[in-house]
């Protein structure tokens, strides 16, 4: 039974490109939710994805978009990377109308230089 | 929206002691409260939750206590291990939303 999985686990950009990183959820999950991890904080809620659709948004600006496919994996996209964008990423997938239990991915690290 | 807060920010015990973590939270439609568990460079893991229906729960060495009226909840571990060296995380979500808001984490040390 898979987890999930996320990809790539490191990236490194420079400021100003665009950066997309991807998530697969835990088998039998139809619910990705993405966060970020600024070092020493706590995960902050980017948006969350059910049926391709957005399904709720946290307080990120529109350069952080996302993306869910028929098979439930996702996408976020982040445009015009900013220094202060550098942070973990973390994906977690949830079953809509299960336990609420969220299962994350080892997330991707971003280095925006 | 909701506020989690977290404290302690560093939490340093002998092995064998026990550790108390706290938090509280603000909005009182919450009623979801997870913990996670995330070991240096790798992912957050799902220790133990408690849902608002119920005032205490207990998996060996860990438990939780919730306090709705203060809305403070508490994570209490027993006969601490160096494997317990994390950084634990508690969060608090309405039910139904799958989305729940983290507090800012506490760095828990256990001496040998």
């Known amino acids: 039974d898979a987890g999930v ?16 990183l991807r998530c697969s959820p835990k088998s039998g999950h139809d619910t990705v939710s993405w966060y970020q991890q600024a070092l020493g904080q706590g995960p902050q809620f980017i948006f969350q994805y059910y049926e391709e659709e957005e399904r709720q948004r946290g307080n990120f600006p529109d ?29 977690a997938s949830s079953l809509a109308g299960g336990d609420e239990k969220l299962f994350f991915g080892s997330g991707t690290q971003l280095s925006v230089l | 929206g909701e506020n989690v807060e977290q404290h302690p920010s560093t939490l340093s015990v002998q092995e064998g002691d026990s550790a108390v973590i706290k938090c ?7 009623n979801y409260f997870p ?3 995330q070991e240096l460079g790798k992912r957050p893991q799902l220790i133990i939750d408690i849902r608002s229906n119920v005032g205490e729960k207990k998996d060996q060495r860990i438990a939780v206590t919730l306090n709705k009226t203060a809305k403070h909840f508490s994570l209490h571990i027993t006969e601490t291990q160096p494997e317990d060296s994390a950084v634990y995380f508690c969060a608090a979500s309405r039910g139904g939303s799958y989305i ?10 256990v001496h040998p």
């Open chain 1, 5 to 20: 999985t996320q990809s790539p686990t490191h990236l490194i950009k420079t400021r100003g490109q665009q950066v997309t």
């Open chain 1, 63 to 91: 350069r952080f978009s996302g993306h869910q496919f028929p098979n439930y994996s996702s996408e976020l996209n982040v445009n015009a990377l900013l220094l202060g964008d550098s942070a973990l990423y973390l994906c």
């Open chain 2, 24 to 30: 509280t939270y603000s909005d009182s439609a919450s």
């Open chain 2, 35 to 37: 913990w996670y568990k």
């Open chain 2, 100 to 109: 729940p808001t983290f507090g800012r984490g506490t760095s828990l040390i």
